[in-house]
T-cell receptor
Framework: GENVEQHPSTLSVQEGDSAVIKCTYSDSASNYFPWYKQELGKGPQLIIDIRSNVGEKKDQRIAVTLNKTAKHFSLHITETQPEDSAVYFCAASLYDMRFGAGTRLTVKP | GAVVSQHPSRVICKSGTSVKIECRSLDFQATTMFWYRQFPKKSLMLMATSNEGSKATYEQGVEKDKFLINHASLTLSTLTVTSAHPEDSSFYIC????????????FGSGTQLSVL
């Protein structure tokens, strides 16, 4: 089955800096890669996603890149703000969706 | 974006009782819904896949007789924790796959279960 690895497990940045979270997946057939943001005591919220036929997607301060050959994808957050502090999960899916272990992002004011 | 409503958000029960958690997709149809368990500071652990009109598929190690799942309509799935024990205390989250795209997954807000 699919195995998703996510790094780093924790990330601390200064407000205004960029944050990058990386994930690798094992099943080359996976074709859909979403990213979720989870705040304390809440369910994960879909923030951006990318399909396997696209290499990069951007939505305001958030971007995701996908390298199918290397089977890795990354989340980039620019101009970070304190409200970006949360746990971020990557996932890979063909039918069943498998999640990375999560990255706890802290943005210091 | 699509909304998934999960209730209750928090429940405290006595050991030996059963607890039902509801998961509803409010503005889309979901042929498939998923149930997860999440421990503090850990990732989402898939418990079972719920398909409308058929039996749920449980992940290895998850007791189907303890965690009863019903997906009677395209917008509602329920998880019943039967004969709950303190070790069942956890954060339970549901998600629903949008049938229109068969791809995007939207999550409920979670249920914090505490068994005394």
């Amino acid at each position: 089955g699919e195995n998703v690895e996510q790094h780093p497990s924790t990330l601390s940045v200064q407000e205004g800096d960029s944050a990058v979270i990386k994930c690798t997946y094992s099943d080359s057939a996976s074709n859909y890669f979403p990213w979720y943001k989870q705040e304390l005591g809440k369910g994960p919220q879909l923030i951006i996603d990318i399909r396997s036929n696209v290499g990069e997607k951007k939505d305001q301060r958030i971007a995701v890149t996908l390298n199918k050959t290397a089977k890795h994808f990354s989340l980039h957050i620019t101009e970070t703000q304190p409200e970006d502090s949360a746990v971020y999960f990557c996932a890979a899916s063909l039918y069943d969706m498998r999640f990375g272990a999560g990255t706890r992002l802290t943005v210091k004011p | 974006g699509a909304v998934v409503s999960q209730h209750p958000s928090r429940v405290i029960c006595k050991s030996g009782t059963s607890v039902k958690i509801e998961c509803r997709s409010l503005d889309f149809q979901a042929t498939t819904m998923f149930w997860y368990r999440q421990f503090p500071k850990k990732s989402l652990m898939l418990m079972a896949t719920s398909n409308e009109g058929s039996k749920a598929t449980y992940e290895q190690g998850v007791e189907k007789d303890k965690f009863l799942i019903n997906h009677a309509s395209l917008t509602l799935s329920t998880l019943t924790v039967t004969s709950a024990h303190p070790e069942d205390s956890s954060f339970y989250i549901c998600s629903a796959r949008d049938s229109a795209t068969n791809e995007k997954l939207f999550f409920g807000s979670g249920t914090q279960l505490s068994v005394l």
